[in-house]
């Protein structure tokens, strides 16, 4: 799922390439996008794009008289700019915003459509849209950790849940968690203040560093190498790798579609997680620390 560091440069280049320009149309290749018909799309006919802003993990187009696009992205939707006219792309092509000098197209990978687009009147309206997470990047450590132990739950599900902190998906809560040596599945009761103030800076330096990253890769060109799994992340996708920090080989818990990435050593001071699958089968082989590992 796109996350705050890809949506920021995703909003960087449609500012550059939209801003003060008129959206001549929306083609919709898929009649399960529009999750809203009031509004209808042909309102926005015409109208100059005024900007664009970021709720939680949703892209906003903003209109003149109070009209506004709420486009999420969710798992595997993902933006392109292409020559004017471009027709939405075969089965995974959603839509088609047509501008004077090129298109966006949404495109969604696999079978399930998530995505959603939603045509929206009024602040009132767009503001319930917004899960209410707090913006990692701008918000006070007082307001971070409220947000964080308002409920108990284990910190990774705290950092990925968009009524908690906003913008923050699996991917980085991975690389955010293992920067703040700390463990995925520490309960938010048991933070410390110290755990806080370490844990907001992780938030902050890595949302920061990735942000840099993708928008030097992408440079002049609109980023098209939107993804979950990027070379140089230190936890994340790297099962079995070698932590960057201490060597250890990173593990994982898998829930569902979710996996969790963390380093034994340097985040859970030597214990091996139990994946649910895999210790249920292996029992008493299940390895407990990295010492019985190897």
């Known amino acids: 799922m796109p996350e705050l560091p890809d949506l920021t440069v995703y909003l960087e280049h449609l500012d550059r390439r939209c801003k003060g320009r008129p959206l001549l149309g929306v083609r ?21 794009v ?3 802003r970021r709720i939680g993990k949703r892209l906003v187009f903003c209109f003149d008289e109070g009209l506004f696009l709420v486009l999420h992205l969710m798992i595997a939707g ?9 027709k939405p792309a075969g089965k995974i092509g959603l839509a088609a915003f047509d501008f004077p000098d090129g298109t966006l197209l949404l495109t969604e990978a696999g ?16 503001a319930a849209h917004d899960p209410g997470g ?8 007082a307001a971070f950790a409220e947000a964080l132990r ?17 913008g923050i998906g699996n991917a980085y809560s991975d690389e955010i968690l293992w920067r703040a ?31 840099d990253r993708i928008r030097a890769s992408a440079a002049e060109g609109f980023p098209e190498g939107v993804t979950a799994f990027r070379d140089g992340m230190a936890v994340h996708g790297r099962f079995r790798k070698p932590c960057p920090a201490c060597g250890a080989p990173v593990q994982r818990i898998v829930r569902a579609e979710n ?15 139990a994946d649910r699958s895999l210790s249920r089968l292996l029992k008493g082989d299940w390895p407990r620390t990295l010492e019985e590992m190897e």
């Open 134 to 141: 707090v913006e990692p990047m701008t918000a006070s450590r």
């Open 28 to 48: 919709l290749a898929s009649p399960f996008l529009l999750r809203s018909v009031e509004p209808p799309l042909d309102a926005f006919r015409g109208k100059v």
């Open 50 to 52: 005024k900007g664009f």
């Open 78 to 86: 993902r933006l392109h700019w292409k020559p004017p006219g471009t």
């Open 181 to 211: 040596r700390l463990s995925p599945i520490l309960l938010t009761s048991k933070l410390t203040d110290a755990d806080v103030e370490r844990l907001l800076h992780a938030v902050r330096h890595s949302l920061a560093e990735w942000t």
């Open 150 to 166: 308002r409920t108990n739950r284990t910190l990774k599900r705290a950092l990925t849940d968009p009524a908690t902190v906003a």
């Open 259 to 273: 996996e969790t990435n963390y380093c034994p050593r340097c985040q859970t001071g030597g214990r091996i997680l």
């Open 111 to 126: 079978t399930k459509r998530r995505a959603s687009l939603h045509a929206v009147r009024g602040e009132a309206a767009l």
